[in-house]
């Protein structure tokens, strides 16, 4: 990121506010870029897991090479695809819906470190950040809902909200204990801890069994939160058609299909940065690996836990959705907080 700011106030002459604005604008286009591609990659990659999962071959003929190229020929068909807004729709709503939802998406990319000295916003308050503005998932949703004016929408939003409002909990509460181990809310520092090798991530169970535990209640928080399977109840197209985007059409729609994909690598990579090392590689003969993509392997990693989890099970009722949260996951992250504490404080590793 230095490099950016030289560049900016040495060899474009700009002084150190505009350069700011520059550095945040580029970055700006790289995470919506970096996000784009994601979705076409995880589309195709998602198809090809269901494929396998279901003992078929999924795509195989646009592009030749396993249909490689099927997911850039559905982003192109969507683009052209009519945008439709219904006539008895809240209008404003119903277009800033899905930009919001993106947005959130968006923000909280910004705070992710992907390398040493490659973070579009480095906060100490970073790790509180990120939870903070992915919410806004959450009210771009409900606007959605609302706004369509069409009670299967309505009905998906409500649902949405409340299963990522529940599970936002179980969520912070399995990263408290890698806070408590690190002593701040900082990306980088959180991963600075982790440095040394595999033996030396949040995720070892030697080390500490309650962080252990910790990264499975992020996991299962992390698939409800992000409304996939089996846990994609806002949008159960027995029941709801297609949920709280029923209405939507073109751009729009895609905006939603972005903001899923988006998700769904920003919660395997807040995964990763708390317990799998971030860029760190697992073992010192293997520091050569780029640090970037040590952090973009770990996350892809867990982008295919994700998807073999969907294919495989079936989707919960709503009753198991909110008993399962409340009652099981919420008390379970809040022992692994207290039991986590104590293990650090007879161990003395609390800082």
Known sequence: ??????????????????????VASLMAVLMFTVMALCAIIFTWMERKVAGFMQSRYGPMYTGRWHGWAQAVADMLKILGKEDIIPGEADKGMFQFAPILVLLGSLLAWAA??????????????????????????VIGILMAGWSSNNKWALYGAARGAAQMVSYEIPLALAAIPVVMRTGSLNPQDIIIAQQGGIWNWNINPIMNPFLFIAFFMYFIASIAETNRGPFDMPETESELVAGYHTEYTGMRFAFFFLSEYANLFLVSMIATMLFLGGWWAPFPGMAWIPPALNFIIKGVLLVFLNMWVRWTLPRVRVDQLMFLCWKVMIPLSLLCVVGAGLWMMAWGQLK
């Open 1 to 22: 990121m230095q490099l950016l700011y030289d560049f900016f106030t040495g060899q474009a002459g700009m002084d150190l506010a505009g350069a700011h604005i520059a």
């Open 112 to 137: 992710i470190p992907w390398a040493p000295d490659f973070v579009a916003a480095d906060f100490d308050l970073g790790l509180f950040y990120i939870f903070a503005v992915s919410s806004l998932v």
